[in-house]
Nanobody, 119 residues
Framework: QVQLVESGGGLVQAGGSLGLSCAAS????????MGWYRQAPGKQRELVAR???????NYADSVKGRFTISRDNAKNTVYLQMNSLKPEDTAVYYC?????????????WGQGTQVTVSS
């Protein structure tokens, strides 16, 4: 059984910074990509940032230059540093990990953490 446990998030004023982390635990064989998604009220879940096992990153256009994703493979942890936050960044942020097993791959999701940016 695999769990993704997120931490961080909270309330911040526009222009401020927040950091999120997500640690994978359990029966982990290896991890492919890890990433962060977000879902605002009334909107679909969208990709925020993703990092591959070789540290290749990609970002949503709306967060480029403001957010930075990184990972610590020894700790099975992915991070998201969010700077210059805007009210439109307000959403529930979900961690995602694609785990590789001898029989194939499987997606896992964290429980979500609320990020609220006040104007």
């Amino acid at each position: 059984q695999v769990q993704l446990v997120e931490s961080g998030g909270g309330l911040v004023q526009a222009g401020g910074s927040l950091g999120l982390s997500c640690a994978a635990s359990g029966s982990i064989f290896s991890i492919n990509a890890m990433g962060w998604y977000r879902q605002a009220p009334g909107k679909q879940r969208e990709l925020v940032a993703r990092i591959s096992s070789s540290d290749r990153t990609n970002y949503a256009d709306s967060v480029k230059g403001r957010f930075t994703i990184s990972r610590d493979n020894a700790k099975n942890t992915v991070y998201l540093q969010m700077n210059s936050l805007k009210p439109e960044d307000t959403a529930v942020y979900y961690c995602n990990a694609i785990l590789r097993f001898p029989w194939g791959t499987r997606d896992y999701w964290g429980q979500g953490t609320q990020v609220t940016v006040s104007s």
